[in-house]
T-cell receptor, first 113, second 112 residues
Framework: EAQVTQNPRYLITVTGKKLTVTCSQN?????MSWYRQDPGLGLRQIYY???????DKGDVPEGYKVSRKEKRNFPLILESPSPNQTSLYFC????????????FGSGTRLTVV | GESVGLHLPTLSVQEGDNSIINCAYS??????FIWYKQESGKGPQFIID?????DKRQGQRVTVLLNKTVKHLSLHIAATQPGDSAVYFC???????????FGTGTSLTVIP
């Protein structure tokens, strides 16, 4: 089944403790993105990647890092999480812009206390 | 950045009625648009897309209309069913761009 898989689904952590949210897609898509979703603000792009080793900032990149060492994987790293990063996170992939949009993962609900 | 907005944050319809969800966009350079459906606890799911060289596109029970003159997009759902209850987003993109911009969403509730 074609899908985007992200883990974990739920995560509660403490301020400053580094964490990684994994994302993997099995559709051989070139483009991958991370979004955060907050009430009243909709989906905001954190980082995106156009291909292996090619990444760029989205609208809200502060406090996040990403890497794209392999085409299928696009982990999101929070080096020192803070409470304002409490949010619902989605990983998504697409074969290319203008080509049917993104396929989204099921989401990771992160709480930073 | 671009602004993608929705006219109504919530919409309630009777089962079997038609639903219309509206979206305004501000970037006249946007030439590709998508409607997504997000059910509770799930990620957004592609419903239908339309390019700017079209005014209308039909899918199964859904139709998207694009009015480039007033920069307005609408999603029409025919014979709305309880399974259509969800949040609906529009997203815009320029064909050669790397980013999609999403609206904040409209919550559709279907009353049995």
């Amino acid at each position: 089944e074609a899908q985007v898989t992200q883990n974990p689904r739920y995560l509660i952590t403490v301020t400053g403790k580094k964490l990684t949210v994994t994302c993997s897609q099995n559709m051989n898509h070139e483009y991958m993105s991370w979004y955060r979703q907050d009430p009243g603000l909709g989906l905001r792009q954190i980082y995106y990647s156009m291909n292996v080793e090619v990444t760029d900032k989205g609208d809200v990149p502060e406090g996040y890092k990403v890497s794209r060492k392999e085409k299928r994987n696009f982990p999101l790293i929070l080096e020192s999480p803070s409470p304002n990063q409490t949010s619902l996170y989605f990983c998504a992939s697409t074969p290319g812009t203008g080509a049917g949009g993104y396929t989204f993962g099921s989401g990771t609900r992160l709480t930073v206390v | 950045g671009e602004s993608v907005g929705l006219h109504l944050p919530t919409l309630s319809v009777q089962e079997g009625d038609n639903s219309i969800i509206n979206c305004a966009y501000s970037n006249s350079a946007s030439d590709y648009f998508i409607w997504y459906k997000q059910e509770s606890g799930k990620g957004p799911q592609f419903i239908i897309d339309i390019r700017s060289n079209m005014d209308k596109r039909q899918g199964q029970r859904v139709t998207v209309l694009l009015n480039k003159t007033v920069k307005h997009l609408s999603l029409h759902i025919a014979a709305t069913q309880p399974g259509d209850s969800a949040v609906y987003f529009c997203a815009e993109n320029t064909y050669t761009g790397n980013q999609f911009y999403f609206g904040t969403g409209t919550s559709l509730t279907v009353i049995p």
